[in-house]
């Protein structure tokens, strides 16, 4: 490459990425945004900021899961920065995926030719599927891992490519995986990136026992880091095991065991490639009918398992005579890890927003591959220029064509009633699609169309019990209990355990006379957790009319209606909600 160009490949990828998803900057607060940051008041004060330390990443409304303080401490300084602007927050993000398309470049350029390496990062500054990361504010997590790994790798790969590793390189590793991190559980996964690149694309001929040795201390290091990460974690997300999240709704909803979710990662599988390399189509939801939840081997896990072992054998095969592939790949596989359901349960079956940081995998494979495809051209054509001219306008309307979609696709994430219209667009037989626009269509009033989006979410997959369970709220705050005592019923069908349902099913018992179904659901609702305001006039009241001390059951119901409130309490109203909640989560 020409002086020249190289000078300007750095600022090329910079334009590129900032091209891609400056549109972002105008998006307001959407989706977990509003619950994470825009309806948090802790993250409006900088007041106790060390409190993220020894807090959950959802608030205890919101379910509790998720532990991620670094990523808390940014949204609290950029709200307290701009008094709460979005464009304060898309702004970071879009500064780190500039930062993060450079630092791509940056290593790719390691370990492939200029113009490789440059082709390799300019797909990853346009590429559409890192659109949900950038334009959703609380994606500015995967991008702060990602800039944290990149910047940990460019070092060591450095290093270890004159067989050395200094103080400094392993001082910076040790501090960026700390970040990673603390800004987001997958983070955990960078020693295993250096460790591939060790078998990879880093030529030692040391003999591996003392190779080894000579690593000991960072990897020493890196694991003391792993453990107090762990070791907080687990301390400030008790209840919530050693996944940190609650399960996937539906793997929940169907009692999904180890197998069955294993099979459905599986079945996944296909999807990832297509994101990766072929991102025609995105959405902003992904789960059943459209991708089915495994109870069972069946064929549809046929194609997934064919792409995994096909991938994997590739990899290895030429891991001497091509090693930035099998790199490539390895690194791909790592960072889905986490997120994949095949080691641990995850909160998503898929979400586009985890696969930013694969995608760095992926691109230096397509990066390898242009590798040998130019070689076959330039052997077979030697003497033309056609083959490289055609080469170059095809990756020109790539770049043009990648950057088109994404400006698009980032004008969706704008508000919340554009993301969740577009949603059923995208993914008409994702059930949490419909779920999600008939939630924000009741919460601005329109309940017609909210019934309707919930009706069809219900027929799609009907066994999630935050459906039923905000469905049947629905018709209770529209004073028709009598609509609402089925689905109470179902809600409680499906998960009897489920806190939720149990007090407002009781209230709707009481008012449509079935009296002592209504005390024994009330009383039943103390073991859940129910508050006692509520539940103590319902059991009276009960109580009166079993005991024949109310003249009629109708003056009754009236006394009961005075002492509880005619709307579920905030906070039932959020634990409902959480169990619809969308994306960060997991």
């Not at 019923?489 to 806190?499: A, Q």
């Amino acid at each position: 490459m020409n002086t020249w160009r190289l000078r300007l490949a750095t600022p090329l990828v910079a334009v590129l990425a900032f091209v891609a998803s400056v549109a972002g900057i105008r998006n307001l607060f959407t989706y977990d945004d509003r619950y994470i940051i825009e309806l948090a008041p802790a993250m409006h004060t900088l007041h106790g900021w060390w409190d993220v330390f020894q807090s959950s990443y959802w608030s205890k409304a919101w379910g509790g899961d998720g532990y991620r303080p670094l990523t808390l401490l940014a949204f609290r300084i950029e709200w307290v920065i701009g008094g709460g602007n979005a464009a304060v927050f898309h702004a970071v993000n879009i500064a780190l995926y500039v930062a993060a398309s450079v630092l791509v470049f940056a290593l790719a350029r390691r370990m492939l030719p200029t113009w490789a390496a440059w082709v390799a990062a300019a797909l990853f500054a346009v590429h559409p599927v890192h659109v949900e990361a950038v334009a959703n504010v609380v994606g500015q997590s995967e991008l702060a891992v990602a800039v944290a790994f990149l910047v940990a790798l460019v070092f060591y790969i450095d290093d270890r490519k004159e067989n050395r590793l200094r103080p400094r390189t392993a001082a910076i590793v040790a501090a960026a995986y700390a970040v990673a991190c603390f800004a987001k559980e997958h983070g955990i996964v960078l020693p295993a990136l250096l460790v591939a690149a060790e078998l990879t694309i880093i030529a030692d001929s040391t003999p591996l026992v003392r190779r080894a040795r000579e690593l000991a201390p960072l990897y020493v290091t890196l694991a003391i880091i792993a453990v107090v990460f762990v070791g907080v974690r687990s301390s400030v997300l008790s209840d919530h095991g050693l996944g940190g999240f609650q399960p996937f709704t539906p793997f929940r909803a169907l009692h999904i065991g180890s197998v069955d979710r294993i099979l459905t990662a599986v079945t996944v599988v296909p999807q990832w490639f297509r994101l990766l390399l072929w991102p025609a189509r995105l959405s902003s939801e992904y789960g059943p009918p459209e991708i089915e939840i495994a109870q069972g081997p069946s064929l549809v896990q046929l194609p997934g398992l064919l792409l995994l072992v096909g991938t994997v054998g590739i990899a290895v095969a030429l891991r001497k005579r091509q090693p930035v592939i099998s790199f490539g790949v390895a690194f791909a596989a790592i960072a889905l890890a986490p997120s994949s359901n095949f080691l641990l349960p995850a909160g998503i079956v898929l979400a586009e927003r985890t696969l930013f940081l694969p995608s760095v995998g992926a691109m230096l494979v397509v990066g390898a591959v242009a590798i040998v495809v130019r070689e076959q051209l330039t052997s077979r054509y030697p003497r033309s220029r056609v083959p490289v001219v055609c080469a170059t306008a095809m990756c020109a309307s790539l770049l043009l064509a990648g950057s088109a979609r994404s400006v698009m696709r980032t004008r969706v994430w704008h508000d919340n009633d554009r993301l969740f219209r577009q949603a059923v667009v995208d993914s008409p037989r994702a059930y949490r699609a419909h779920f999600m626009l008939g939630a924000w269509a009741f919460e601005n009033k329109r309940k017609r169309e909210g019934e309707a989006e919930y009706r069809k979410a219900l027929s799609l997959f009907p066994y999630d019990p935050f459906l039923s369970y905000s469905m049947a709220e629905q018709y209770r705050n529209a004073g028709s209990c009598g609509s609402a005592l089925p689905l109470y019923k179902w809600t409680h069908d499906l998960d009897p355990s489920l806190r939720l349902g149990h007090t407002m099913y009781a209230w709707c018992l009481l008012q449509e006379g079935q009296i002592a179904d209504g005390r024994k659901m009330a009383v039943d609702a103390y073991r859940f957790g129910g508050d006692p305001k509520l539940l103590n006039p319902m059991i009276a009241y009960a109580d009166s009319v079993l005991g024949g001390a109310a003249k009629k059951s109708s003056d009754a119901v009236s006394v009961l209606a005075k002492k509880a409130p005619s709307k579920v309490p905030d906070s039932l109203q959020k634990a409902a909600q959480k169990g619809g909640r969308g994306l960060s989560a997991r």
